[in-house]
């Protein structure tokens, strides 16, 4: 069974810092998501990742995939408050398009 | 927004109630996705339709069911509800091409059981 783990699941960082979020998983997979969603709200999807050593960034965030280590990263580079979101980072297994989500990682951006 | 729509919104029901959420995917989208969002299990995927048929099922209570039409919406159905069924459930679509297409997320239904 697929698993997959986000650390950490809290981060309350400053403005203007940098920080990783990191997304490990248990078995093979050639696709990897990265969604934000804001209280209450629904989940926006950030990047796909579908190739080892892909990297993409949008903005702030730079997201990347080394399916040797069944490692993604999300970095966040001189956070804005805006960036105050839950991400979630999720995998697809298998010949079917099911996800497998991580917990998500709470991250609050202060002034 | 996605372009995935779902309703109700808000649904407060009683134990032991039926109910039905609904999903209209994206123009052209021929997968439907069901996911599961509460504190304690997280996001879990329940099932997924692709053009009317049934294609993967996960966490999927007995108690609940799915289908999708030919006009490629898809309800949800809950039955027999119990507390612990008050979630966020989420629809998904995706254009299904290939494997490595993003699922975009409707806005949820907001479901409470009292």
């Known amino acids: 069974e697929l698993k997959v783990e986000q650390n950490p699941l809290f981060l309350s960082m400053q403005e203007g810092k940098n920080y990783t979020i990191y997304c490990n998983y248990s078995?093979?997979?050639?696709?990897l998501y990265w969604y934000r969603q804001d209280p209450g709200k629904s989940l926006e999807s950030l990047f796909v990742l579908l190739s080892n050593g892909a990297v993409k960034q949008e903005g702030r965030l730079m997201a990347s995939l080394d399916t040797k280590a069944r490692l993604s990263t999300l970095h966040i580079t001189a956070a804005v408050h805006d960036l105050s979101a839950t991400y979630f980072c999720a995998v697809g297994g298998g010949s079917n398009y099911k996800l497998t989500f991580g917990k998500g990682t709470l991250l609050t951006v202060n002034p | 927004d996605s372009g995935v729509t779902q309703t109700p919104k808000h649904l407060i029901t009683a134990t032991g109630q039926r109910v039905t959420l609904r999903c209209s995917p994206r123009s052209g989208d021929l997968s439907v996705y069901w996911y599961q969002q509460s504190l304690d299990q997280g996001l879990q995927f329940l099932i997924q339709y692709y053009n009317g048929e049934e294609r993967a099922k996960g966490n999927i209570l007995e108690r609940f069911s799915a289908q999708q039409f030919p006009d490629l919406h898809s309800e949800l159905n809950l039955s027999s509800l119990e507390l612990g069924d008050s979630a966020l459930y989420f629809c998904?679509?995706?254009?299904?091409?290939?494997?490595?297409?993003?699922?975009?997320f409707g806005p949820g239904t907001r479901l409470t059981v009292t």
């Open positions: 078995t093979t997979s050639d696709r």
């Open positions: 998904a679509s995706s254009a299904s091409r290939d494997r490595g297409g993003e699922q975009y």
